[in-house]
């Protein structure tokens, strides 16, 4: 592991901390203009979400503010009713998005996938990148905010869904998650840089609640219009295993 990996890990908690949990829940909302332009407006807007910290698995709850939810992994999304009755299956759905480009309409798994994958990437991070099939490398330091923010580039191994295989993650001096770029595969190669911040404390785990996606320009930095999706968590709490 390198130094800025370990600087991050133990600010946000630490690795003996976070293995101690089973999985992570939360209460949130999801907006930005990507809905819109897909057409689904509002779907996650007041949504809850469950996931296990180890395996990519989550469940995605009050799905489109009915009693639906979604359990979603990386090959299988499954539709249930509120009593656990199946209402639709999509299997492989990452092949739903082939040829699509920015402007393509999703349907409401598209959109189930995306927030599923997206989130579970979110709230592991950064002791996600520990874990098995992992690469990682610290490149030079950016400047940005009045601060010097260390980088990370990932790269994710291909058994996880994630929006490409490289990432970048930005961190600030005290070892906190400032940003963090990536391209979106599924949105036709769109260049993302997503702000993070409003940390809390989980029983000494540090969770970020804001997060907002920017268009990520040629000068790699952030245009500030439109917000591309914004998220916002009311709660969190982990299970411990």
Known sequence: MSDLLELAVAAHGGLERWNAQRSVSLELSVGGVLWDLKGQTGLFENSTYEANTRLQQATLGRFGGSDRR??????????EDAAGQVIEVRDNPREAFAGHVGETPWDALHAAYFDGYALWTYLTQPFLYTYAGFETAEIEPWEEAGETWRRLRVIFPDHIASHTREQVTYFGPDGLMRRHDYTVDVLGGAQAAQYIGDYYDHGGL?????????????DNRKIDAPILVSIDIRRLWYVAA
């Open 70 to 79: 979604v359990r979603f992994t990386p090959t299988r999304l499954v539709v």
């Open 206 to 218: 540090f969770a970020p609640h804001r997060r907002r996606v920017h268009p990520r320009g040629a």
